[in-house]
Nanobody, 119 residues
Framework: QVQLVESGGGLAQAGASLRLSCAAS????????MAWFRQAPGKEREFVAH????????FYADSVKGRFTISRDNAKNTVTLQMNSLKSEDTAVYYC????????????WGQGTQVTVSS
């Protein structure tokens, strides 16, 4: 089992920055990839970014590319999402997710943290 706890959400004005963190505990040695997803009111949950635990290769959704940066600290078992140049359309609940070795999907999810961007 892996437990994920997000922090860092809140209210920001358009153009400002926020930083989200996700702390993993439990079977962290089995984590191979972590990601951020988000879900806006009335919309499906969508992919934001992922990072491979070994090597640190990352990938972003087109909607956040160039504005958001995902990073990880393997020693602290944390993944961070630095969000710059925020837009009102970034308003959503942001979820951290973990994929474990031998599994082809994200099996573990955090409780979510609200990000609200005012224009």
């Amino acid at each position: 089992q892996v437990q994920l706890v997000e922090s860092g959400g809140g209210l920001a004005q358009a153009g400002a920055s926020l930083r989200l963190s996700c702390a993993a505990s439990g079977r962290t040695s089995s984590i191979i990839r972590m990601a951020w997803f988000r879900q806006a009111p009335g919309k499906e949950r969508e992919f934001v970014a992922h990072i491979w635990w070994s090597g640190g290769t990352s990938f972003y959704a087109d909607s956040v590319k160039g504005r958001f940066t995902i990073s990880r600290d393997n020693a602290k078992n944390t993944v961070t999402l630095q969000m710059n140049s925020l837009k009102s359309e970034d308003t959503a609940v942001y979820y951290c997710a973990a994929q474990l070795v031998g599994v082809s999907r994200y099996d573990y999810w955090g409780q979510g943290t609200q990000v609200t961007v005012s224009s």
